[in-house]
């Protein structure tokens, strides 16, 4: 075997269409690139926004003109990447030094298996998907399960009184929002007939779910907005009343490690509203990847608005919501589409098989 | 069940300068025990070697929140002491100055009770119109905050030019922004949900208790010194003082809220009443009052706070005795947080809009 | 009750859409002063000429701020920025109005010794803002047009 063959057959094995597709698709959108530039430019945002709202400015300086601020971030990181890892006394050495950094590597986790759009191709369909698998739903929804638990994990490795409330409070959240979740999921997997977040796309060509089942976005949206411990949920955080909650302890990079993860899976959520809901990448003229976007950006400007407009709940309003109103208003959605497919199966875009 | 103890402050995001000691049991807090002392500056050991008018400044530093009306008591005393009425004019910029220190410091405690519940939203529109407040006080006094502007004998200066339209003005947008407060703040569910039912404090408890100001009123009782014992202008104008039933802690800011409409109000007549003529009386530079003692209360936007001063007919004060309305409700907040949440916390105590400043002293 | 739960929850939300466009109450302070009023308290100036060396000022400072100084052979007061409270008594007080409170408000200094105003250093106005700094009127501030001033 000479050097020739050996180049040709590393260039046959890199330069070729499927592995460029494969490297833009891990490293470029939908993979590593995406939710990266997300936090840096959500994180901003969310500065600017609700500057916006409270008739403040906001950031002003770090970046250029209007997007002033808009590194501040980056600087942030650095410095805090900088800093000393320091472990409480009481803590739990490995789980403490663990535990965080393991945060981000699922939220990304998640990521790999969200389709954001159809990959302009000229044979058959492809879709922009770092791994594909037909259940790719449930998956989503397990990983975003393990978060709580880390969260509990971490609380109770830091050793310091705030921290394990706030775990504690975390694993009571927990119980309030996990059951809507899959119950308003599982509305949308009913009248697809599909676990598969393309086929649920695709069947909402005609009328989005979001109209089709109001009360299952409803709910959807509420509860994804505690798992992520957005503003009227951040209990757990809750930082008037226990510090920062199970965070308190952390500097450094661990700091760094556990904001990335909760930014990261605000991405995540906001790509599942707008794919069960909004019809993900479907809509006239402009490139599907485009009408991703848009909606995108709508979900999370409606998750970050949250923090603006609402105080937040105690944790027993918080499980009185969960079970008094999200879960029966969820049980009530399953009933509406029962009652679609036995006497108006033509709303609906799949026939039930014993329906 | 085993009890944790929790320290709750001074190094916290709301704790102000003081700490708590929280039993906790679980969620749930069995006992509190303030720690206070550490904003302790003896201001009334200090007023003890200061001259009369010298002592202004410093006892205005007791909350500089509501800077007004805390020197309002200090220089009636002073005034019973030396036996003077001061001129029809100086009461009226009196009571006017009054009002708008109560609408700062509201303003200010409404903000903290936003935040007390994770409200940022509401922190800053109240703290941005404060500033409307400050840019008055700042064309009528000269300061923002700390504006020692009343003395014994009178007030320093004569409203300015002008001042009448640019107050008017600011009174007219302030007054459409109260709308809105209403609308986003108190009819807010989640914040209905979480300040209802909050720190409960019962009538015949408050009077118990000895809590004054809004926090009384909250509680049904309608007391408040600027009727009871009309001082400065208040007897020549028409308000009334809101009182609610509850109780609750979304009480409490309900009365403050409407104290706040009620200060427009006395603002707007006093700026229209007020009469011609002289706004201070000769009064020397160190005075020397007569030996003898004197009491003065006035309303502050905390409640009720007292001064006795005791002359021994030097130019420096015996004793001043400040009572201040923050140390008297600060006597609810153990009471009120007993088997309450720990969530509830921060929602009680700045509900009650106490500040260590004036506990300490 | 279950239409006024809903406004309850979602009249907020409108009114926090609204206001993202409103004006802005913030001043971008180096770049942009607020003008202060006429009476405004900031640093006290001396005018040599009026001042008669009575004592007024350092009697009635309470923070003991301003002592009396002798410059050839004439007693002026002297000023301490470090121990001021800005309660502009002593330009009340003054007799022959020499002491005046100016507008000037930007009074840190990196040594400590520089926040001292002998009569001669006292005597001088502090300077207006440079000219990169815009003054910002309090009239400007616009409450219902929705003008920003900032």
């Known amino acids: 075997m000479n050097i020739e063959t050996i180049i040709e057959s590393l260039v046959a094995l890199f330069i070729n269409r499927p592995f460029i597709e494969m490297l833009i698709k891990v490293l470029i959108f939908p993979g590593l690139m995406f939710p990266l530039l997300f936090v840096v430019f959500a994180v901003w945002f969310e500065r600017k926004l609700l500057a916006k709202v409270h008739l403040r400015i906001g950031p002003l300086h770090v970046g250029p003109g209007p997007l002033g601020g808009i590194f501040q971030l980056i600087a942030d990181a650095l410095k805090l990447l900088q800093k000393e890892i320091i472990v409480p006394y009481n803590a739990h050495k490995i789980l403490y030094n663990i535990l965080p950094l393991a945060m981000p590597m699922i939220s990304l986790a998640a990521m790999a298996f969200i389709p954001v759009a159809p990959f302009p191709s000229v044979g058959p369909v492809d879709y922009l998907v770092v791994f594909y698998t037909p259940y790719n739903i449930l998956v989503v929804l397990a990983l975003f399960a393990i978060h709580p638990f880390l969260v509990i994990g971490v609380g109770w490795a830091s050793g310091s009184k705030y921290t394990t409330m706030g775990a504690l409070r975390a694993a009571y959240q927990l119980l309030a929002y996990e059951v809507p979740v899959m119950l308003s999921a599982a509305c949308v997997v009913m009248v697809t007939g599909s676990f598969d977040l393309i086929k649920i796309v695709e069947s909402q060509a005609n009328i989005w779910y979001i109209l089709l089942l109001p009360i299952a976005f409803l709910v959807f949206f509420v509860s994804m907005m505690a798992e992520l411990g957005r503003r009227p949920f951040d209990i757990p955080h809750a930082e008037q009343e226990i510090v920062y909650g199970w965070a308190t302890e952390f500097t450094g990079v661990h700091y760094v490690c556990v904001m990335f993860a909760e930014y990261v899976n605000l991405c995540v959520a906001s790509c599942l509203v707008t794919l069960l809901f909004l019809g993900g990448w479907l809509g006239p003229v402009l490139p599907p990847a485009a009408w991703f976007l848009i909606k995108f950006g709508i979900v999370v400007v409606f998750f970050l608005m949250g923090r603006g407009v609402y105080p937040r709940l105690r944790i027993d309003q918080l499980l009185n919501a969960g079970w008094r109103i999200l879960i029966p208003l969820a049980l009530i959605q399953i009933f509406i589409i029962l009652v679609l497919a036995k006497f108006a199966p033509w709303i609906l875009p799949v026939t039930f098989v014993g329906g | ?361 | 009750m279950v239409f006024s739960w809903i406004v309850s929850i979602l009249r907020p939300l409108g009114m926090a859409f609204r206001h993202i466009f409103k004006y802005r109450f913030t001043v971008k302070y180096p770049y942009y002063v607020l003008e202060t009023s006429e009476r405004y308290r900031g640093r006290p100036v001396l005018d040599l000429a009026k001042c008669v060396g009575c004592g007024v000022c350092a009697t009635i400072c309470p923070n003991k701020a301003i002592t009396m100084v002798n410059v050839e052979d004439r007693r002026y007061p002297q000023f301490d920025a470090g121990r001021c409270c800005f309660c502009g008594f002593c330009a009340y007080f003054c007799l022959t109005s020499a002491l005046k409170m100016n507008g000037g408000y930007e009074l840190s200094e990196y040594d400590k010794s520089n926040l001292i105003y002998p009569p001669e250093k006292l005597v001088k106005v502090p300077p207006p803002p440079p000219e990169r700094k815009k003054v910002v009127k309090l009239k400007k501030l616009s409450l219902s047009t929705g003008v920003t001033h900032g």
């Open chain 2, 1 to 361: 069940m085993s009890i944790m103890r929790v320290r709750w402050g001074p190094q916290h995001p709301v704790s102000g300068q003081w700490a708590f000691w929280l039993d906790v049991d679980g969620d749930i807090v069995v006992n509190m025990e303030p720690d206070i002392g550490y904003t302790h500056r003896g201001i009334e050991k200090v007023a003890e070697n200061r001259t009369y008018i010298q002592n202004v400044p410093v006892v205005e530093r007791t909350s500089v929140f509501d800077a007004g009306n805390i020197v309002f008591g200090y220089v009636q005393a002073v005034e019973e002491l030396m036996g003077i009425e001061i001129p029809e004019r100086a009461k009226y910029i009196r009571t006017i100055v009054g009002e708008m220190s109560r609408i700062v410091s509201h303003l200010y405690g409404l903000g903290l009770l936003a935040i007390a519940v994770g409200f940022e939203t509401m922190l800053m529109w109240f703290i941005n119109d404060r500033e409307l407040f400050l840019d008055l006080f700042e064309m009528l006094t000269g300061a923002r905050i700390t504006y020692s502007f009343f003395i014994p004998g009178g007030v320093l200066h004569d409203l300015p030019q002008g001042f009448y339209d640019e107050a008017m003005r600011r009174l007219d947008y302030f007054e459409r922004r109260l709308k809105d407060y209403w609308k986003m703040f108190f009819l807010n569910r989640t914040f209905i949900t979480r300040t209802r039912g909050v720190g409960v404090l019962k009538r015949e408890d408050a009077i118990r208790l000895g809590v004054v100001g809004p926090n009384l009123r909250a509680s049904g009782v309608e007391a408040d010194v600027r009727k009871d014992e009309p001082y400065a202008a208040y007897d020549q104008i028409d308000f009334i003082i809101p009182t609610e039933k509850e109780g609750d802690a979304y009480a409490r800011g309900g009365v403050r809220f409407h104290e706040l409409e009620q200060s427009v109000s006395i603002i707007r007549q006093a700026l229209k009443k007020i009469p011609d003529g002289k706004i201070r009386v000769k009064v020397p530079i160190t005075p020397t009052p007569p030996k003898g003692e004197a009491y003065s209360r006035v309303e502050t936007a905390r409640g009720e706070i007292g001064y006795y001063i005791i002359s021994d007919g030097s130019n420096r004060p015996y004793r001043v005795k400040i009572s201040a309305p923050s140390f008297r409700n600060l006597l609810a907040m153990p009471f009120l947080s007993r088997n309450v949440p720990m969530a509830d916390i921060p929602t009680i105590y700045l509900s009650l809009d106490l500040i260590p400043l004036d506990v300490d002293r």
